[in-house]
Nanobody, 125 residues
Framework: QVQLQESGPGLVKPSQTLSLTCTVS??????????WSWLRQPPGKGLEWMGA???????YYSPSLKSRTSISRDTSQNQFTLQLSSVTPEDTAVYYC?????????????????WGQGTQVTVSS
């Protein structure tokens, strides 16, 4: 059973960089043909795909967030990390990490087979 767990600060000040880590257990992020994504859901809004890192280490980003987003991995810890720079209150959301074997439709909830429980991040001074 694969399990994903997000961790990071729940409160970030405007203009700072948000950093979240997803720790994966029950499976390696480097084996199998899987893509490991970050998604978020702002209050009262829909799910937004932010980016992904493939089993190969290749990264993919949402065009709307690409200039502020970086995804990396630590294979020794079986973790992957999201960094979102220059945050504003509009970046307040529940952030999720998730796994999929599909290379398309990354914005759809049904694309993913495993999810983290989500972590609330609030951007406020």
């Amino acid at each position: 059973q694969v399990q994903l767990q997000e961790s990071g600060p729940g409160l970030v000040k405007p203009s700072q960089t948000l950093s979240l880590t997803c720790t994966v257990s029950g499976g390696s992020i480097t084996t199998g043909v899987y893509y490991w994504s970050w998604l978020r859901q702002p209050p009262g809004k829909g799910l937004e795909w932010m980016g992904a890192i493939a089993y190969t280490g290749s990264t993919y980003y949402s065009p709307s967030l690409k200039s502020r987003t970086s995804i990396s991995r630590d294979t020794s810890q079986n973790q992957f990390t999201l960094q979102l720079s220059s945050v504003t209150p509009e970046d307040t959301a529940v952030y999720y990490c998730a796994r999929t074997a599909r290379s398309i439709a990354w914005g759809l909830r049904s694309t993913y087979d495993y999810w983290g429980q989500g972590t609330q991040v609030t951007v406020s001074s």
